[in-house]
């Protein structure tokens, strides 16, 4: 388990730099047109909210609540894989060093 936290602490520190200097350096508007008049920069994006998509699943399925699922999913569309990484991380210290906890969340003590 200390692996996947090093992993998501990582993924959490990655996003909040790159984030920060997209909307410090960047221009959405500018940027957004190129990679959008970029097929691989279509693919690339495609391939991202697959991935968010796949991503919000697990975390429907985890979640006790309707309403905390939904405004998660909302973050992870929003904010990509920082909303991942922190999603992560949160469940990873909840789940108690317990993989089957971890995976399956709020679903775990139905199972036991």
């Known amino acids: 388990m200390k692996a996947a936290k090093?992993?998501?602490?990582?993924?959490?520190?990655?996003?909040?730099?790159?984030?920060?200097n997209g909307f410090v350096n960047g221009d959405f508007?500018?940027?957004?047109?190129?990679?959008?008049?970029?097929?691989?920069?279509?693919?690339?994006?495609?391939?991202?909210?697959?991935?968010?998509?796949?991503f919000s699943v697990w975390i429907v399925f985890r979640e006790k609540s309707t309403l905390s699922a939904v405004i998660w999913v909302i973050l992870m569309m929003l904010l990509g894989f920082f909303a991942g990484s922190l999603y992560t991380l949160i469940a990873l210290y909840r789940s108690g060093d317990n993989w089957a906890a971890f995976f399956m969340g709020a679903?775990?003590?139905?199972?036991r």
């Open 6 to 20: 090093i992993i998501a602490w990582s993924g959490l520190i990655a996003m909040t730099v790159v984030l920060i």
């Open 29 to 54: 508007s500018i940027d957004g047109a190129a990679l959008l008049a970029n097929p691989w920069g279509i693919v690339s994006l495609v391939d991202l909210y697959v991935g968010f998509a796949l």
């Open 107 to 111: 679903r775990y003590n139905l199972n």
